[in-house]
């Protein structure tokens, strides 16, 4: 029987994004069915690839070359939902790579839970952003895409409190902020599908910031540090930039995030003495 790590690296390692997903769904089917049963899969040892497999297409460039998306047009807002759809597809890979990843730490078997739900649910998002673009005669890998999605991910490949840090805590939460006006967006254009395939993901995504909150501080409590200040320097550290209001304060309290986690996070910091 594959362990959750190994099966971690399947989804790691299959390229097309239906695909993907469709394996991750499976897999994360078992791991819920297993331990409902009280027989849960062993999480096991794996080694994660460097990068996640992707596919031919999307064309990824640096950021500062791909296209700036108008929405006000169809055709912009399609752009817009492939984007999303390939910070999902991104997603999926980050938080199977955090349980392949960091099996070296012993964490609860509610770690795992988390992070297959999350898996999970972010599979599901870009399935509903593929069906969207689909609807409109497009497709995901239609367009170019940002190829600086991962670089998180390898800058933290070995620190699992900067990992959860960055991704869920910092990039997550920042889907907070910003889907609630692409919904509005949508809904002023009557494009009924895309804002309930969003209104989809802006419900889930508020538990997916929670899990890195809980764990960020729950491995920080096991070590006796503050979790504030080793959030500071970890962002600090490893984002690449600050951090831009206005910010979803309502949705991230949900989250576990109070505002004096990431409003000091706008300003640079100073140099040291």
Same mark, same amino acid.
């Given at each position: 029987?594959?362990?959750?790590?190994?099966?971690?690296?399947?989804?790691?390692?299959?390229?097309?994004?239906?695909?993907?997903?469709?394996?991750?769904?499976?897999?994360a089917a078992e791991?819920? &069915? #297993?331990?409902a =049963?009280?027989?849960p899969?062993?999480?096991?040892?794996?080694? $994660?690839?460097?990068?996640? +497999? *992707?596919?031919?297409?999307p064309?990824?460039?640096?950021?500062?070359?791909?296209?700036?998306?108008r929405?006000?047009?169809?055709?912009?807002?399609?752009?817009?939902?492939?984007a999303?759809?390939?910070?999902?597809?991104n997603?999926v890979d980050?938080?199977w790579?955090i349980?392949?990843?960091?099996?070296?730490?012993?964490?609860?078997?509610g770690?795992?839970?988390?992070w297959?739900?999350a898996?999970?649910?972010e599979?599901k998002h870009?399935?509903?952003?593929?069906d969207?673009?689909?609807a409109?005669?497009?497709?995901?890998?239609a367009?170019?895409a940002?190829?600086?999605?991962?670089?998180? &991910? #390898?800058d933290? =490949?070995?620190d699992?409190?900067?990992?959860?840090?960055v991704v $869920?805590?910092?990039?997550e +939460? *920042?889907?907070?902020?910003?889907?609630?006006?692409m919904?509005?967006l949508?809904?002023?254009?009557?494009?009924?599908?895309?804002?309930?395939?969003?209104?989809?993901?802006?419900?889930?995504?508020?538990?997916?910031?929670?899990?890195?909150?809980?764990?960020?501080?729950?491995?920080?409590?096991r070590?006796?540090?503050?979790?504030?200040?080793?959030?500071?320097r970890?962002?600090?550290?490893?984002?690449h930039?600050?951090l831009?209001?206005?910010?979803n304060e309502?949705?991230?309290?949900?989250?576990?995030?109070?505002?004096?986690?990431?409003?000091?996070?706008?300003?640079?910091?100073?140099d040291? &003495?």
């Open positions: 029987m594959a362990s959750l790590a190994e099966r971690a690296v399947q989804v790691l390692t299959t390229a097309d994004g239906r695909a993907k997903c469709a394996l991750s769904r499976a897999h791991w819920m &069915a #297993s331990r =049963a009280g027989s899969l062993p999480i096991g040892n794996a080694t $994660p690839p460097d990068a996640p +497999a *992707r596919p031919e297409r064309e990824l460039l640096d950021p500062r070359d791909v296209p700036r998306r929405p006000g047009s169809p055709t912009g807002r399609a752009a817009l939902l492939h999303v759809a390939h910070i999902e597809l997603a980050l938080h790579d349980i392949a990843r960091f099996t070296d730490h012993p964490m609860p078997l770690f795992y839970d988390d297959v739900k898996a999970d649910e599979s870009f399935n509903l952003m593929a969207c673009l689909e409109l005669g497009s497709h995901y890998g367009m170019p940002h190829a600086g999605m991962w670089r998180a &991910a #390898s933290t =490949a070995t699992l409190h900067g990992r959860l840090a $869920p805590m910092v990039l +939460a *920042r889907g907070l902020d910003v889907t609630p006006g919904i509005d949508f809904r002023k254009a009557g494009e009924a599908g895309p804002v309930a395939a969003l209104e989809v993901i802006y419900a889930e995504e508020v538990s997916h910031v929670a899990y890195g909150s809980k764990w960020f501080n729950w491995l920080c409590g070590e006796g540090s503050d979790p504030k200040e080793v959030f500071h970890l962002v600090r550290h490893y984002f930039g600050t831009k209001p206005p910010f309502e949705k991230r309290a949900d989250a576990g995030l109070p505002p004096d986690f990431y409003w000091p996070l706008t300003e640079t910091a100073p040291p &003495a």
